[in-house]
């Protein structure tokens, strides 16, 4: 059964300590010595794949996969350094999107595309949303594992009924109601401002309710002037006017999602509606005394924008982890990170664990597994996680993952500047322009 303290856990921050090495393993096996695979720390992922590995090397007691578990900044820092001289692992874990571009285009991993193609039932298993993050010039270097975790419109069903309306069905909407939020000194969003990726999550669902998926395609691409779309530009200026109009709550610039300040807000009464990451029910559960257990917690996906050609099903976040092998590992252990990934990554017993844990993991077949759950409110909110991920049409990547990190800072720090409205649209634009590509 799923309870609150699994939710909590399950969708919890990574990562805690490491390097370590898990039982039987070599702590920072190099390429070459035997088939490798590195991940993060932190349960409940950690046991879950901890428990992948262990089934594979108990069936192939000869071509044991050794582990070695790394904290996520650490993982971050060798990972890269590891790779770039020939001494990573067979099996690379990442994030797909920009990590993994970098990685293709210095010739460092393999093409899966025809392999995976003869796996028809992994295949058609995946939601299809999962692919474009592992996808490079229309070839796959990645196969999509784990999780799924949407971007949530969540909101305070209590606040709602205090100015009697109902939940926005249009941007038109949200803009409507932030007066009379603020009428009634409820904050009419909250956000963890300072931390910066808490505000690109708006800008992701503007630019594809604005103007669909293809404009951020464009930038993922290096189009030039990619940012300079009179969508993106469009979404820019419909940003700055929710701020302007006190659409957050007051200071938010100075208020850190990593405290779980901003989710606390809800909470509390003190915002009506917060955008944020499926991760955060849990904490929420666990944290806000009668919010969820109460029912007075709501959600749903980020509406359309009137006259907007994005497809209202689209959704953004981290549309699933993803593993791929290394092309400087042997032929023998490409073979075998090529049949842990078939047999292990995706077997019933992991899937079983994922939903167990509170999560979503990104095959069709997790819809069946909900039925087990016997709280309520878990159960509605696990079968709206999955419903959003399996009716996608486009699950589109966080962008400071899609992008280069190069890209990906400067992002951050002009999307700071653009919700303190020191840079105007166009300004932002330009900054960004500048570095495309790179």
Not at 125 to 139: H, L, M, Q
Request: charge should be neutral.
């Amino acid at each position: 059964m799923v309870g609150g303290g699994a939710l909590a856990a399950g969708l919890a921050a990574c990562g805690s300590s490491g390097p370590s090495s898990t039982p039987g393993s070599t702590t920072g096996a190099a390429a070459g010595s035997g088939t490798t695979y590195w991940f993060l720390t932190g349960q409940p992922q950690q046991g879950i794949r901890e428990a992948q590995v262990k089934r594979f090397n108990d069936a192939n007691p000869n071509s044991k996969i050794k582990t070695t578990e790394f904290q996520n900044d650490a993982f971050k820092a060798k990972i890269k350094t590891a790779i770039g001289a020939g001494q990573g692992p067979t099996l690379i874990w990442g994030w797909g999107g920009g990590g993994l571009k970098a990685y293709v285009e210095a010739g460092q991993v393999e093409d899966l595309t025809d392999w995976f193609n003869q796996q028809t039932d992994l295949k058609n298993s995946i939601f299809p949303s999962a692919f474009t993050a592992a996808t490079v010039n229309g070839k796959l270097y990645a196969v999509p594992g784990e999780t799924v975790t949407p971007i949530v419109l969540f909101y305070d069903k209590r606040s709602f009924e205090k100015i009697g309306a109902q939940p926005p069905q249009s941007w038109g909407d949200i803009m409507d109601l932030v007066p009379k939020f603020n009428e009634k000194g409820i904050a009419p969003f909250s956000l963890g401002g300072q931390s910066r990726w808490t505000n690109m999550m708006w800008l992701e669902f503007l630019f594809d309710r604005i103007g669909g998926s293809e404009v951020f395609q464009n930038i993922y691409d290096g189009k030039k002037d990619g940012w300079s779309d009179p969508s993106a530009l469009k979404a820019l200026d419909e940003m700055q006017k929710l701020i302007k109009a006190n659409g957050f709550i007051k200071g938010f610039s100075s208020i850190t999602a990593d405290s779980n300040a901003d989710q606390a807000l809800l909470y509390t009464g003190k915002a009506a509606m917060m955008l944020h990451g499926a991760w955060t029910y849990g904490n929420m559960k666990s944290s806000g005394k009668d919010f969820v257990t109460g029912g007075h917690l709501g959600y749903m996906n980020f509406p359309p924008v009137d006259g907007g050609k994005g497809d209202p099903s689209d959704t953004v976040g981290n549309p699933g982890q993803y593993m791929s092998i290394s092309s400087k590992a042997s032929q023998a252990d490409k073979d075998n990170a090529k049949k842990f990934i078939a047999n292990n990554t995706l077997d019933d017993a992991t899937v079983d664990a994922w939903v167990k844990s509170g999560n979503i993991p990104v095959v069709k077949s997790a819809k069946d597994k909900l039925s087990s759950i016997s709280d309520k409110n878990d159960s509605e909110w696990l079968n709206f996680v999955y419903d959003t991920a399996a009716n996608a049409k486009n699950f589109a990547q966080s962008w400071d993952q899609a992008l280069s990190p190069t890209q990906a800072e400067t992002l951050l720090d002009n999307i700071a500047k653009l919700f303190q409205l020191s840079i105007s649209p166009q300004q932002f634009a330009d900054n960004m322009n500048a570095v495309i590509g790179q």
